[in-house]
Protein backbone atom coordinates (compact mmCIF):
# COMPACT_ATOMS: atom_id res chain seq x y z
CA UNK A 1 0.00 0.00 0.00
CA UNK A 2 0.93 3.69 -0.94
CA UNK A 3 2.47 5.51 2.03
CA UNK A 4 0.42 8.59 2.84
CA UNK A 5 1.50 12.26 3.13
CA UNK A 6 -1.18 15.32 4.49
CA UNK A 7 -0.06 18.61 4.41
CA UNK A 8 -2.62 21.47 5.67
CA UNK A 9 -2.87 24.54 3.90
CA UNK A 10 -3.70 28.18 5.65
CA UNK A 11 -6.46 30.16 4.03
CA UNK A 12 -4.72 33.50 4.14
CA UNK A 13 -3.65 35.53 1.73
CA UNK A 14 -2.93 33.92 -1.93
CA UNK A 15 -0.72 31.93 -3.95
CA UNK A 16 2.75 33.94 -4.34
CA UNK A 17 5.88 32.34 -6.64
CA UNK A 18 7.59 31.04 -3.45
CA UNK A 19 4.46 29.30 -2.52
CA UNK A 20 4.10 27.69 -6.17
CA UNK A 21 7.78 27.11 -6.62
CA UNK A 22 8.15 26.33 -2.53
CA UNK A 23 5.81 24.25 -1.91
CA UNK A 24 3.03 23.88 -4.64
CA UNK A 25 5.21 22.10 -6.94
CA UNK A 26 6.50 19.56 -4.33
CA UNK A 27 2.97 18.62 -3.83
CA UNK A 28 2.23 18.25 -7.36
CA UNK A 29 5.49 15.95 -7.21
CA UNK A 30 4.36 13.68 -4.18
CA UNK A 31 0.70 13.15 -5.63
CA UNK A 32 2.09 11.02 -8.46
CA UNK A 33 3.85 8.33 -6.17
CA UNK A 34 1.69 9.43 -2.85
CA UNK A 35 -1.52 8.53 -1.14
CA UNK A 36 -1.88 12.39 -0.60
CA UNK A 37 -4.38 14.55 1.85
CA UNK A 38 -4.15 18.04 1.43
CA UNK A 39 -6.56 20.42 2.97
CA UNK A 40 -7.24 23.79 3.67
CA UNK A 41 -7.00 24.82 7.53
CA UNK A 42 -10.31 26.87 7.93
CA UNK A 43 -10.29 25.66 11.67
CA UNK A 44 -7.27 26.40 12.32
CA UNK A 45 -7.90 30.13 10.80
CA UNK A 46 -10.43 30.80 13.58
CA UNK A 47 -7.88 30.93 16.14
CA UNK A 48 -7.41 35.08 14.39
CA UNK A 49 -11.44 35.63 14.59
CA UNK A 50 -11.97 35.68 10.65
CA UNK A 51 -15.28 37.44 10.22
CA UNK A 52 -18.29 35.63 8.93
CA UNK A 53 -18.50 36.79 5.87
CA UNK A 54 -14.86 36.20 4.79
CA UNK A 55 -14.22 32.74 5.42
CA UNK A 56 -15.85 30.97 2.95
CA UNK A 57 -14.37 33.37 -0.07
CA UNK A 58 -10.99 32.88 1.31
CA UNK A 59 -11.32 29.38 1.56
CA UNK A 60 -12.99 29.22 -1.74
CA UNK A 61 -9.97 31.61 -3.53
CA UNK A 62 -6.90 29.04 -1.89
CA UNK A 63 -8.91 25.88 -3.30
CA UNK A 64 -9.12 27.30 -6.66
CA UNK A 65 -5.52 28.56 -6.66
CA UNK A 66 -4.30 25.14 -5.48
CA UNK A 67 -5.99 23.90 -8.29
CA UNK A 68 -4.77 26.33 -10.45
CA UNK A 69 -1.53 25.45 -9.87
CA UNK A 70 -1.35 21.86 -10.61
CA UNK A 71 -3.11 20.09 -7.46
CA UNK A 72 -5.04 17.08 -8.97
CA UNK A 73 -8.48 16.50 -7.17
CA UNK A 74 -8.25 12.77 -8.83
CA UNK A 75 -4.86 11.65 -7.56
CA UNK A 76 -4.99 13.69 -4.07
CA UNK A 77 -7.80 13.78 -1.47
CA UNK A 78 -8.44 17.79 -2.02
CA UNK A 79 -11.05 19.13 0.95
CA UNK A 80 -11.50 21.71 3.58
CA UNK A 81 -10.78 20.96 6.98
CA UNK A 82 -13.79 21.54 8.59
CA UNK A 83 -15.80 19.49 5.79
CA UNK A 84 -14.22 16.44 8.13
CA UNK A 85 -15.51 17.42 11.81
CA UNK A 86 -13.80 14.07 12.66
CA UNK A 87 -10.97 15.72 13.24
CA UNK A 88 -12.72 17.76 16.21
CA UNK A 89 -13.18 14.80 18.11
CA UNK A 90 -10.10 13.66 17.62
CA UNK A 91 -8.26 16.91 18.64
CA UNK A 92 -10.44 16.48 22.15
CA UNK A 93 -8.53 13.11 22.24
CA UNK A 94 -5.43 14.32 22.26
CA UNK A 95 -6.44 17.37 24.37
CA UNK A 96 -6.18 15.12 27.28
CA UNK A 97 -2.89 14.20 26.76
CA UNK A 98 -1.14 17.02 25.75
CA UNK A 99 0.16 19.35 28.52
CA UNK A 100 -0.07 22.93 29.05
CA UNK A 101 3.73 23.35 30.25
CA UNK A 102 4.85 21.60 26.69
CA UNK A 103 2.08 23.63 24.97
CA UNK A 104 3.60 27.15 26.41
CA UNK A 105 6.97 26.06 25.33
CA UNK A 106 6.31 25.62 21.53
CA UNK A 107 7.97 28.53 19.65
CA UNK A 108 5.05 29.69 17.52
CA UNK A 109 2.62 29.98 20.22
CA UNK A 110 5.30 32.14 21.84
CA UNK A 111 5.79 34.24 19.00
CA UNK A 112 1.43 34.57 18.83
CA UNK A 113 1.95 35.55 22.33
CA UNK A 114 4.29 38.58 21.64
CA UNK A 115 2.66 39.51 18.55
CA UNK A 116 -1.25 39.02 19.69
CA UNK A 117 -1.15 39.84 23.65
CA UNK A 118 -4.66 40.74 23.65
CA UNK A 119 -5.83 37.42 21.65
CA UNK A 120 -3.93 34.86 23.35
CA UNK A 121 -6.98 32.40 23.52
CA UNK A 122 -7.02 28.27 23.71
CA UNK A 123 -7.28 27.87 20.41
CA UNK A 124 -3.84 29.27 19.47
CA UNK A 125 -1.95 26.99 22.84
CA UNK A 126 -4.06 24.09 21.42
CA UNK A 127 -2.92 24.28 17.96
CA UNK A 128 -0.64 21.87 17.94
CA UNK A 129 -3.44 19.37 18.56
CA UNK A 130 -5.18 20.43 16.43
CA UNK A 131 -2.66 20.04 13.83
CA UNK A 132 -1.67 16.50 15.13
CA UNK A 133 -5.54 15.50 14.74
CA UNK A 134 -4.80 16.85 11.00
CA UNK A 135 -1.91 14.40 10.45
CA UNK A 136 -2.96 11.51 12.81
CA UNK A 137 -6.67 11.25 11.53
CA UNK A 138 -5.48 10.09 8.38
CA UNK A 139 -2.57 7.59 9.96
CA UNK A 140 -0.22 9.85 7.88
CA UNK A 141 3.51 8.71 7.30
CA UNK A 142 4.70 11.63 5.64
CA UNK A 143 4.44 15.80 6.48
CA UNK A 144 5.89 18.41 4.05
CA UNK A 145 6.75 20.71 5.87
CA UNK A 146 8.78 23.78 6.23
CA UNK A 147 11.48 24.81 9.03
CA UNK A 148 8.53 27.21 10.81
CA UNK A 149 6.59 24.09 11.15
CA UNK A 150 9.28 21.32 12.37
CA UNK A 151 8.35 21.96 15.84
CA UNK A 152 4.54 21.40 15.75
CA UNK A 153 5.66 17.71 13.74
CA UNK A 154 7.62 17.40 16.72
CA UNK A 155 4.47 17.23 19.04
CA UNK A 156 2.37 15.31 16.27
CA UNK A 157 5.11 13.05 16.63
CA UNK A 158 4.97 13.42 20.41
CA UNK A 159 1.59 12.62 20.56
CA UNK A 160 1.34 9.99 18.59
CA UNK A 161 3.47 8.11 20.26
CA UNK A 162 2.04 9.27 23.41
CA UNK A 163 -1.31 8.06 22.44
CA UNK A 164 0.31 4.18 21.66
CA UNK A 165 1.94 4.13 24.80
CA UNK A 166 -0.98 4.86 26.80
CA UNK A 167 -2.89 2.24 25.33
CA UNK A 168 -0.03 -0.35 24.42
CA UNK A 169 -0.95 -0.58 21.15
CA UNK A 170 0.98 0.55 18.09
CA UNK A 171 -2.10 2.45 16.60
CA UNK A 172 -0.86 5.55 14.71
CA UNK A 173 2.09 5.61 12.84
CA UNK A 174 4.72 8.26 13.92
CA UNK A 175 4.98 10.76 11.13
CA UNK A 176 8.00 12.17 9.67
CA UNK A 177 8.85 14.92 7.95
CA UNK A 178 9.17 14.41 4.26
CA UNK A 179 12.58 14.75 3.36
CA UNK A 180 13.39 16.67 -0.17
CA UNK A 181 16.42 16.28 0.26
CA UNK A 182 18.69 19.42 -1.77
CA UNK A 183 15.34 20.00 -3.66
CA UNK A 184 13.99 23.07 -1.37
CA UNK A 185 14.53 26.45 -3.08
CA UNK A 186 13.84 29.24 -0.97
CA UNK A 187 12.18 32.40 -3.86
CA UNK A 188 13.68 35.75 -3.19
CA UNK A 189 11.41 38.63 -2.63
CA UNK A 190 11.69 41.86 -4.42
CA UNK A 191 12.65 44.24 -1.87
CA UNK A 192 16.05 43.00 -1.44
CA UNK A 193 15.59 40.63 1.34
CA UNK A 194 16.09 36.52 1.64
CA UNK A 195 12.40 36.05 1.10
CA UNK A 196 9.47 36.25 -0.94
CA UNK A 197 6.40 36.63 1.15
CA UNK A 198 3.07 37.88 1.21
CA UNK A 199 3.76 39.27 4.87
CA UNK A 200 7.22 40.88 4.10
CA UNK A 201 5.22 44.41 2.79
CA UNK A 202 3.63 45.09 -0.60
CA UNK A 203 5.51 45.02 -3.41
CA UNK A 204 7.97 42.15 -1.96
CA UNK A 205 5.54 39.25 -3.25
CA UNK A 206 4.28 38.45 -7.23
CA UNK A 207 1.38 36.40 -6.91
CA UNK A 208 -0.27 33.89 -9.87
CA UNK A 209 -3.25 36.20 -10.09
CA UNK A 210 -1.35 39.09 -10.69
CA UNK A 211 -1.54 40.75 -14.34
CA UNK A 212 1.07 42.21 -16.75
CA UNK A 213 0.63 45.30 -15.51
CA UNK A 214 1.13 44.95 -11.93
CA UNK A 215 4.16 42.49 -12.08
CA UNK A 216 6.21 44.94 -14.50
CA UNK A 217 5.43 47.72 -12.12
CA UNK A 218 6.07 45.46 -8.73
CA UNK A 219 9.66 44.15 -10.37
CA UNK A 220 10.63 47.22 -12.16
CA UNK A 221 10.78 48.32 -8.44
CA UNK A 222 13.00 45.67 -7.19
CA UNK A 223 15.48 47.06 -4.71
CA UNK A 224 19.15 47.40 -6.54
CA UNK A 225 22.21 49.32 -6.43
CA UNK A 226 24.36 51.63 -8.19
CA UNK A 227 26.12 48.70 -10.12
CA UNK A 228 29.20 46.82 -9.52
CA UNK A 229 32.49 48.94 -9.32
CA UNK A 230 34.66 46.25 -9.79
CA UNK A 231 34.95 43.11 -12.51
CA UNK A 232 33.85 39.84 -11.56
CA UNK A 233 32.79 41.44 -7.66
CA UNK A 234 30.46 39.39 -5.34
CA UNK A 235 26.88 40.64 -5.73
CA UNK A 236 25.77 42.32 -2.72
CA UNK A 237 22.37 40.59 -1.40
CA UNK A 238 19.29 42.55 -3.13
CA UNK A 239 21.34 41.88 -6.58
CA UNK A 240 22.09 37.93 -5.83
CA UNK A 241 18.23 37.90 -5.00
CA UNK A 242 17.23 39.13 -8.02
CA UNK A 243 20.11 36.85 -10.79
CA UNK A 244 18.76 33.86 -8.22
CA UNK A 245 14.95 35.06 -9.27
CA UNK A 246 15.96 35.08 -12.69
CA UNK A 247 17.57 31.69 -11.79
CA UNK A 248 14.23 29.73 -10.93
CA UNK A 249 11.91 31.55 -14.11
CA UNK A 250 14.13 32.25 -16.79
CA UNK A 251 16.25 30.62 -19.35
CA UNK A 252 19.84 29.93 -18.60
CA UNK A 253 21.40 31.51 -21.78
CA UNK A 254 19.50 34.67 -19.66
CA UNK A 255 20.86 34.38 -16.88
CA UNK A 256 24.47 33.92 -17.68
CA UNK A 257 23.78 37.00 -20.21
CA UNK A 258 23.04 39.48 -17.26
CA UNK A 259 25.69 37.35 -15.05
CA UNK A 260 28.58 38.30 -18.00
CA UNK A 261 27.28 41.58 -18.03
CA UNK A 262 27.50 42.00 -14.56
CA UNK A 263 31.04 40.97 -14.29
CA UNK A 264 32.08 43.01 -17.01
CA UNK A 265 30.23 46.00 -16.08
CA UNK A 266 28.04 46.85 -18.35
CA UNK A 267 24.88 45.76 -17.15
CA UNK A 268 21.70 47.80 -16.94
CA UNK A 269 19.34 47.10 -14.36
CA UNK A 270 16.65 48.38 -15.63
CA UNK A 271 17.17 46.28 -18.91
CA UNK A 272 17.70 43.16 -16.38
CA UNK A 273 14.17 44.08 -15.11
CA UNK A 274 12.10 44.55 -17.94
CA UNK A 275 13.74 40.70 -19.36
CA UNK A 276 13.10 39.22 -15.90
CA UNK A 277 9.62 40.98 -15.65
CA UNK A 278 8.64 39.43 -19.32
CA UNK A 279 10.17 35.95 -18.22
CA UNK A 280 7.57 35.96 -14.97
CA UNK A 281 4.37 36.87 -16.64
CA UNK A 282 5.47 33.65 -19.16
CA UNK A 283 5.14 31.77 -16.24
CA UNK A 284 2.14 33.17 -14.09
CA UNK A 285 -0.21 34.14 -17.23
CA UNK A 286 -1.56 29.97 -17.36
CA UNK A 287 -1.77 29.95 -13.85
CA UNK A 288 -3.87 33.69 -13.64
CA UNK A 289 -5.83 32.49 -16.91
CA UNK A 290 -6.87 29.30 -14.86
CA UNK A 291 -7.59 31.02 -11.80
CA UNK A 292 -10.23 32.94 -13.43
CA UNK A 293 -11.85 30.03 -15.51
CA UNK A 294 -12.00 28.48 -12.48
CA UNK A 295 -13.18 30.93 -10.19
CA UNK A 296 -16.10 31.39 -12.28
CA UNK A 297 -16.90 27.75 -12.10
CA UNK A 298 -18.74 27.53 -9.26
CA UNK A 299 -20.38 24.03 -10.53
CA UNK A 300 -16.76 22.29 -10.80
CA UNK A 301 -15.39 23.86 -7.39
CA UNK A 302 -18.51 22.15 -5.35
CA UNK A 303 -17.49 19.30 -7.10
CA UNK A 304 -13.83 18.74 -6.05
CA UNK A 305 -15.06 20.25 -2.65
CA UNK A 306 -17.72 17.31 -2.36
CA UNK A 307 -15.26 14.48 -3.56
CA UNK A 308 -12.80 15.67 -1.63
CA UNK A 309 -15.14 15.43 2.09
CA UNK A 310 -16.40 12.30 1.05
CA UNK A 311 -12.81 10.81 0.81
CA UNK A 312 -11.27 12.10 3.40
CA UNK A 313 -14.44 11.58 5.76
CA UNK A 314 -14.18 7.92 4.93
CA UNK A 315 -10.63 7.08 6.13
CA UNK A 316 -11.28 9.75 9.22
CA UNK A 317 -14.52 8.05 10.03
CA UNK A 318 -12.54 4.65 9.88
CA UNK A 319 -9.88 6.14 12.10
CA UNK A 320 -12.19 7.81 14.91
CA UNK A 321 -14.50 4.63 15.23
CA UNK A 322 -11.01 2.57 16.40
CA UNK A 323 -9.88 5.04 18.46
CA UNK A 324 -12.96 5.60 20.14
CA UNK A 325 -12.87 1.46 20.49
CA UNK A 326 -9.11 1.82 22.01
CA UNK A 327 -10.02 4.30 24.03
CA UNK A 328 -12.99 2.62 25.17
CA UNK A 329 -16.25 3.87 24.33
CA UNK A 330 -18.46 1.07 23.62
CA UNK A 331 -22.13 1.58 21.97
CA UNK A 332 -24.77 0.18 24.01
P1 LIG B 1 4.16 33.48 3.44
O1 LIG B 1 5.62 33.52 3.74
O2 LIG B 1 3.82 34.26 2.24
O3 LIG B 1 3.29 33.79 4.63
P2 LIG B 1 3.39 30.80 3.97
O4 LIG B 1 4.08 30.85 5.28
O5 LIG B 1 1.90 30.76 3.96
O6 LIG B 1 3.89 31.99 3.05
O7 LIG B 1 3.97 29.55 3.17
C1 LIG B 1 3.28 28.44 2.74
C2 LIG B 1 4.30 27.49 2.14
O8 LIG B 1 5.04 28.12 1.08
C3 LIG B 1 5.32 26.99 3.13
O9 LIG B 1 5.53 25.62 2.90
C4 LIG B 1 6.59 27.76 2.82
O10 LIG B 1 7.73 27.01 3.11
C5 LIG B 1 6.44 28.02 1.33
N1 LIG B 1 7.08 29.32 1.02
C6 LIG B 1 6.60 30.54 1.33
N2 LIG B 1 7.43 31.52 0.89
C7 LIG B 1 8.47 30.89 0.28
C8 LIG B 1 9.65 31.33 -0.41
N3 LIG B 1 9.92 32.63 -0.55
N4 LIG B 1 10.49 30.40 -0.92
C9 LIG B 1 10.22 29.08 -0.80
N5 LIG B 1 9.13 28.60 -0.17
C10 LIG B 1 8.26 29.47 0.37
N1 LIG C 1 0.33 24.84 10.61
C1 LIG C 1 0.51 24.75 9.18
C2 LIG C 1 1.00 26.12 8.66
O1 LIG C 1 0.92 27.10 9.36
C3 LIG C 1 -0.78 24.37 8.49
C4 LIG C 1 -1.26 23.04 8.94
C5 LIG C 1 -2.36 22.76 9.69
C6 LIG C 1 -0.62 21.78 8.69
N2 LIG C 1 -2.47 21.44 9.94
C7 LIG C 1 -1.43 20.79 9.32
C8 LIG C 1 0.53 21.41 7.99
C9 LIG C 1 -1.09 19.44 9.27
C10 LIG C 1 0.88 20.07 7.95
C11 LIG C 1 0.06 19.08 8.59
O2 LIG C 1 1.47 26.20 7.55
Known amino acids: MKEIVLSGIRPTGNLHLGNYYGAVQ ?15 ADYHSLTTHPHPDDLHGRVKQILVEYLAAGLDPEKATLYVQSDVPEVVELYLF ?7 GELERVTTFKEKVR ?8 GLLTYPTLMAADILIHKSNYIPVGKD ?8 RDFAERFNRIYGIDYFPVPQAFNFGNELIKVPGLDGSGKMGKSEGEGNAIFLYEDDKSIRKKVMRAVTDSGPTEPNQV ?8 F ?4 IVSKPETVQFFDEAYNNMSIRYGDMKKQLAEDIIQMVTPFRERINELSSNDEYIKKVARMGAEKAHESASKTIKEVREIIGFRSF
Do not use: G, R, T
Open 26 to 40: NFIKLQDSYNCYFFI
Open 94 to 100: LNMNAYI
Open 115 to 122: KQPDNVNA
Open 149 to 156: QEQNLEKA
Open 235 to 242: KPEPIQNL
Open 244 to 247: NLMK
